[in-house]
């Protein structure tokens, strides 16, 4: 999102808002188990202060949604490149639904385009994190190869969510663009989904897959 998004650039004390499907995806497992997949987000605000609306999840197109989330929070701008951000976050898949307090910081760090750091506290009192970052590597004006990864962790034992303590879940990226428009991109790419640790255990044990690749394609726009 940050290759495109306003972050960084003062506009005074104006309102703007601010749209983005990151991943708007077809995952085309090697298992089989094909999902649509989707990551939006979006802001109101200035410089300083801004609402925002997030959501991603995975829907399985011979099944139910597999998982999905939405977040609100509020930002505020605590440097150039980065804010603070606390909200709220409640999932709708996988059963139970769970509300989540959330702790976040946002921003952009030398070599790359856009660190998520978040933490999340649930209403039964669990404690988990993610970690999301994104690159963006300019092939020519217009194609573009973005790698990506994403860490989620732990800190207690979730049995009833096959959530194990520690480093619980790690996604490889990467996805080819081209932009069209800066505002419109489709992309081809692929991306590896591995449980680990004690979280692979649990999985196991009812029979889920712990290792899914996937080659995707999917269409990037902002306004």
């Given amino acids: 999102m940050a290759a495109a998004s306003p972050l960084a650039q003062p506009h005074g004390d104006q309102t703007f808002t ?12 090697t298992d089989g188990s094909d999902t649509f997949s989707w990551d939006v987000r979006g802001w109101v605000g200035g410089d300083y202060n801004r609402l925002w609306f997030k959501t991603q999840g995975d829907d399985r197109i011979d099944g139910p949604v597999e998982n999905g989330e939405v977040q609100l929070r509020y930002s ?25 307090a959330v702790f976040a910081l946002h921003g952009l760090a030398p070599y790359v385009d856009e660190v998520d750091a ?27 190869l973005q790698p990506s990864f994403e860490l989620d962790f732990a800190v207690q034992e979730v049995k009833e969510l096959r959530v194990g303590p520690g480093l619980s879940q790690v996604e490889l990226g990467l996805r ?21 640790g004690r979280t692979a255990d649990l ?21």
């Fill in 176 to 196: 080819l663009r081209y932009e069209i428009t800066r505002e419109l991109a489709p992309y081809i790419g692929f991306v590896w989904e591995r449980k680990v």
């Fill in 76 to 100: 505020r701008l605590v440097s150039p490149f980065w804010d603070l951000a606390v909200g709220a976050r409640y999932d709708v898949k996988p059963d139970p639904s769970r509300a989540y």
């Fill in 203 to 223: 999985a196991r044990r009812v029979g889920e897959e712990v290792d899914t690749p996937a080659f995707v394609a999917g269409i990037r726009f902002w306004f």
């Fill in 18 to 29: 601010y749209v983005q499907a990151e991943q708007l995806e077809y995952r085309a497992a």
């Fill in 118 to 144: 978040d933490m999340f506290v649930s209403e039964e009192g669990d404690v988990s994190a993610r970690l999301e970052v994104e690159y963006s590597i300019l092939l020519t004006q217009r194609l573009i």
